[in-house]
């Protein structure tokens, strides 16, 4: 089954310092993997995507992310992190089993940045 | 600006009653889907349209209804409100043209009382 995995419930970090937040999937074939953000009663925002290519994938916001095929992990990172950058943070897997109309929503991780 | 539009932004309900929200989208997508947002449960897919006409469940579906009668519309309702309905619903749109990726509405905090 395709699945995706987001180990971290929450995510400290101090302004200025880099910052990651981990997802994991699992998929059959090539994954279509994305990352959304969610800023306070507010909808998700597209951040970035990957679908075939180079491995570092570059988004809004200053935010990139880097897929790992043999760790099957799509990590987000940002080499400094703002405090405005506080919000929910989903990683998602195109859901390929069901004809691909779908998309599987990790649960999500709720970054802090302290100023 | 081009963007996925959901009516209302906020509602409340007694238990029983119904309603329809309102999506309506204005880059051409072919998919459309709502889901509903629950503390400590994520996103929930509670149904979903690949084009005009055709409506498909998805996970948790039960209560609800949908229809898409026109491609730039998708209408979710809610026959008799139960306050296991009270949620933050989004609505959102996506185009194999742009990879799948999704395009939400800013959502509609409804609560059933």
């Known amino acids: 089954a395709q699945s995706v995995a987001q180990p971290e419930d929450q995510v400290n970090v101090a302004e200025g310092n880099p910052l990651t937040v981990k997802c994991t999937y699992s998929v059959s074939g090539n994954p279509y993997l994305f990352w959304y953000v969610q800023y306070p009663n507010r909808g998700l925002q597209f951040l970035l995507k990957?679908?075939?290519?180079?491995?570092l994938v570059k988004g809004s916001y200053g935010f990139e992310a880097e897929f790992n095929k043999s760790q099957t992990s799509f990590h987000l990172k940002k080499p400094s992190a703002l405090v405005s950058d506080s919000a929910l943070y989903f990683c998602?897997?195109?859901?390929?089993?069901?004809?691909?109309?779908?998309?599987?929503f990790g649960a999500g991780t709720r970054l802090f940045v302290k100023a | 600006n081009a963007g996925v539009t959901q009516t209302p932004k906020f509602r409340v309900l007694k238990t029983g009653q119904s309603m329809t929200l309102l999506c309506a989208q204005d880059m051409n997508h072919e998919y459309m889907y709502w889901y509903r947002q629950d503390p400590g449960m994520g996103l929930r897919l509670i149904h979903y349209?690949?084009?005009?006409?055709?409506?498909a469940k998805g996970e948790v579906p039960d209560g609800y209804n949908v229809s898409r009668l026109k491609k730039q519309n998708f209408l979710l309702g809610l026959e008799s409100a139960a306050p296991s309905q009270t949620s933050v619903y989004f609505c959102?749109?996506?185009?194999?043209?742009?990879?799948?990726?999704?395009?939400f509405g800013s959502g509609t905090r409804l609560t059933v009382v």
């Open positions: 959102a749109s996506s185009s194999p043209a742009l990879n799948y990726g999704y395009t």
């Open positions: 349209s690949v084009g005009e006409g055709t409506t």
């Open positions: 990957y679908i075939t290519g180079d491995n």
């Open positions: 998602a897997v195109r859901d390929i089993t069901t004809g691909g109309f779908k998309t599987i």
